[in-house]
């Protein structure tokens, strides 16, 4: 099949294949150019065991599959009219700042070899740097944005309404408020102010089910631990929620995120004894070295990596009276407690479960997606992280997992979330957090 023109060709970095397995099937009407060093570095990835290794595979079992179609060095029709092409030529001299042997710049000879044909391209990668020497040569670049939120715009789970003073008494007395306004969300949170400037103010948070705002739980001590703030508050009612079964915590470094999400883990776990288990796990995502260069079993390694976690768990164990490494040796030696990579879950089942996923804004859209898929009957999950800390090359503010979780389920009956802005953690804390 031949485009009629005008049509676009978009060169495709290996990196958002990796990001996205589905990126093949976002471009509409268009060329979809693959240089075959694309292919080659697809090939490296595809024995590792985290998510790019599976999504490397995804990709090359659907261009074996496109084959039957047709050669894919002359192009092969999508289901969505437009065409994949394998691109080998890079028959184009870059400057001899460039190491022409290194994949990146193949990858650039190949974007600019199809320009020189008068192709209107433009070269999509998630490398910063590969798209500022992109441009540099002469492509139109962009960066690949099909999962990207506006975060300035980002849904902070909290509406401020206000009221006459006789419909917050009327919230008082009755416990409920009828509310029908299409512009509030399930669970969202709702701060209710008087309109005549008296001093009436309420807290409350929306039931989908009933179209009311009602108070929030009185029960806001989990494992002897206390809110500080409103925003705590607001998190400590969606964590022991038995209804919501999905829940974000963003925010800032020392807003009490992983703390009260173990707090409520324990307290639903080991006090109520409605779940199985907790679950705590965290990315690995190494400035440095990765966790297989530790000393170890994979035990001890883990032990090293996941240090504020057991930070947590000592300060409320300490907090709580108990007697801390007895403790937590006891929770992990009876299952009660399990603390893991997020590398080693692939296939397992988790019914019944308390989950806390940590750090969660290293992670990607399509690997968010996995892990919620993985949730079975019964389970709970709880997703922290602070979306302005980063530690995956690929990702940013606006692109990572926890942000697009955010932003797609907001308003969902069994979902809640809430955005932290007051750092609690000491004077300190706070201090760096809002002038540094």
């Known amino acids: 099949m031949i485009l ?15 990001h996205d397995p589905e990126a093949l099937q976002v471009f509409g009407h268009n060329k979809i150019s693959i240089p075959l060093t694309v292919i080659e570095e697809l090939d490296h990835f595809k024995t590792f065991h985290d998510e790019r290794g599976r999504n490397s595979r995804v990709i090359s079992r659907y261009l074996d599959k496109l084959r039957k ?11 969505n009219g ?12 870059l400057p001899y700042e460039f190491h022409n042997k290194k994949e990146d710049n193949q990858i650039l000879m190949t974007a600019l070899a199809i320009q020189a044909k008068g192709e209107d391209v433009y070269f999509i990668s998630k490398d910063i740097n590969l798209r500022i020497k992109a441009e ?4 139109k670049v962009q960066d690949y944005e099909r999962s990207k939120v506006k975060i300035d715009e980002l849904y902070t789970g909290v509406k401020e309404l206000i009221l006459t003073s006789d ?21 969202q949170f709702v701060i209710l102010k008087a309109a005549d400037g008296k001093s009436q103010s309420a807290l409350g948070k929306y039931n989908p089910q009933t179209f009311e705002i009602v108070p929030l739980r009185k029960d806001t001590h989990i494992w002897d631990l206390k809110p500080l703030n409103t925003e705590q508050r607001f998190a400590i009612d969606l964590l022991l929620d038995d209804n919501i079964k999905l829940v974000t915590l963003v925010g800032v470094a020392g807003t009490g995120k992983t703390l009260l999400a173990l707090a409520a883990a324990l307290q639903k776990t080991v006090e109520e004894k409605l779940y199985r288990r907790f679950f705590v796990l965290r990315p690995i995502m190494p400035m440095g070295r990765d966790i297989g260069f530790l000393p170890g079993t994979k035990e001890e390694k883990l032990t090293q990596w996941m240090g504020a976690i057991y930070d947590n768990l000592e300060f409320l164990m300490e907090k709580n009276g108990e007697e801390i490494e007895s403790k937590i040796q006891y929770l992990t030696e009876t299952g009660k407690m399990e603390i893991e990579a997020l590398t080693y879950i692939r296939g397992r089942s988790l019914p019944n479960q308390y989950i806390i996923i940590d750090d969660s804004q ?6 968010v997606k996995t892990i919620i898929s993985r949730a079975g009957q019964g389970t709970k999950l709880v997703f922290t992280g602070d979306p302005y800390q980063i530690d995956n090359p690929y990702l940013d503010a606006s692109s990572n997992g926890l942000t697009y979780v955010v ?14 802005t007051k750092t609690e953690r000491s004077p300190l804390a706070a201090l760096a957090a809002q002038l540094l």
């Open 362 to 367: 290293n992670l990607t859209p399509s690997e």
């Open 136 to 139: 540099a040569i002469g492509l």
């Open 167 to 187: 419909k917050i008494d009327a919230f008082y007395q009755q416990k409920k408020l009828k509310y029908t306004d299409t512009e509030i969300l399930a669970n």
């Open 4 to 18: 009629s023109k005008p049509f676009k060709t978009f060169v495709l970095d290996t990196n958002v294949l990796l």
């Open 82 to 93: 437009g065409i994949l092409k394998i691109e080998l030529d890079t028959q184009v001299i």
């Open 69 to 79: 179609k047709g050669k894919l060095n002359e192009g092969v029709e999508l289901d």
């Open 407 to 420: 932003e797609k389920l907001k308003g969902q009956d069994i979902y809640g979330h809430i955005n932290f």
